[in-house]
C-alpha cells in the first residue's frame, strides 16, 4: 500500500518545498529542522492507522476518558541521513524503542555509476509482532532500504506492520520496495518519476545526508 501526502492538502507540503529548494538547502539547520518537521508531521499520519485503547487519566478536577496507543512502535532509520526526519518521528512516539542501520553505497566503478549496498551494522530491540516505523528520506533504487527490512527482520524478527516514511520517492523505488516487501505500507511525502544514471531521485532535492551533516569522501 503506498500513500501519497503530496496528494492532500497537508502542511506536509510546505517542508518539502523548503528541502527541495536550493536556496534553502544553503543552510544545514533549517535543512535538518524541515526534515525533523516533517518526520513528526508522517508520524501523526501513520498513527491514525494503528490501534488506540479506551483508557482513563486522572486530572487535578476527577477522571477523564481518552484514546491511547494500544502499544508502542519501535522505530528504526538508516545511518545517517535518516536521522534528522528519525528525530521528528521519536517527538511523536516519544515512548517507542528504537532501531539503527548503517547502509551505504559501495561504488564498484570510478564513475560512481555502478554500485551494491553494503549493511556494517544493524542494532534493534526485538521484532517479532511488533509495529515498526522506518525513516528512509530519500526512496531511489529502493535497494538499500529493501536490504535494510531483509536485514532487520533476519536479525531481530519480523513485525507484525511495517510503516515506511520517505520524504521523496522514486517510482521504481517504489515498485522495488513493493515487490520484495509486499506487507510494507509506503508513506511518502512526493513521487518523482526519473532517477538519474547515478541513482538519484530527479529533480528531488539531493543527497540529504551531505545537505543536513556535510560532504563525505
Known sequence: MVTDLSQTD???NEFVAELRDASVQQDPLRFRFNLQRLGSAMAIEVSKSMRFAASEVHTPLGIAPVNRLAEQPVLATILRAGLPMHQGVAYVFDRA???FVSA???YTDETHNAFEIGIDAVASPPLCGKVLVVCDPML???ASLAQVLTALFASHGTPATVHVLAAIASQQG???VQSNHPQAHLWVAAVDTELNDKGYIIPGL???GDLAFGSKL
Do not use: H, K, L, P
Request: with cysteine; proline share 0%.
Open 97 to 99: 524503542e528504537q532501531a
Open 104 to 106: 551505504c553505497r559501495n
Open 174 to 176: 517504489i515498485d522495488y
Open 10 to 12: 497537508s502542511v506536509v
Open 140 to 142: 531511489a533504487t529502493g
Open 206 to 208: 539531493g543527497d540529504a
